[in-house]
């Protein structure tokens, strides 16, 4: 499956952005979905998961009660609403995608990427 983030931008802190991630190619529908962040520096992090039918998601500790992950299968797009955002939310941001099993905020675990989008948050 092929993954296109897009969304990304620059906002002030306490402000929101939408990320989306189109995907084509295969069955959108089969596949956990998950967002994960890369700041300057460091390693790559788990923001959120959804699995493929949207009932169940799982977030990091740093942005649970912000952020909010969605998709929708008919269109076969994934989302991350962010809201009150902080400058340590600035990353560039990868959509994935897996169809095997084991521990979802392992980027290991996922098959496919996308090619990530900027965030940056000032203050």
């Known amino acids: 499956v092929q993954l296109q983030a897009y969304g990304g931008g620059l906002v002030q802190a306490g402000g929101s952005l939408r990320l989306s991630c189109a995907a084509s190619?295969?069955?959108?529908?089969?596949?956990?979905m998950a967002w994960f962040r890369q700041a300057p520096g460091k390693e790559r992090e788990f923001v959120a998961a959804?699995?493929?039918?949207?009932?169940?998601?799982y977030y990091a500790d740093s942005v649970k009660g912000r952020f909010t992950i969605s998709r929708d299968n008919a269109k076969s797009t994934l989302f991350l609403q962010m809201n009150s955002l902080k400058p340590e939310d600035t990353a560039i941001y990868y959509c994935?995608?897996?169809?095997?099993?084991?521990?979802?905020?392992?980027?290991?675990?996922?098959?496919?990427w996308g090619q990530g989008t900027q965030v940056t948050v000032s203050s």
């Open positions: 190619g295969r069955t959108f529908s089969n596949y956990v």
């Open positions: 959804i699995s493929w039918s949207g009932v169940i998601t």
């Open positions: 994935a995608a897996r169809s095997g099993s084991g521990t979802y905020y392992r980027p290991g675990n996922y098959d496919y």
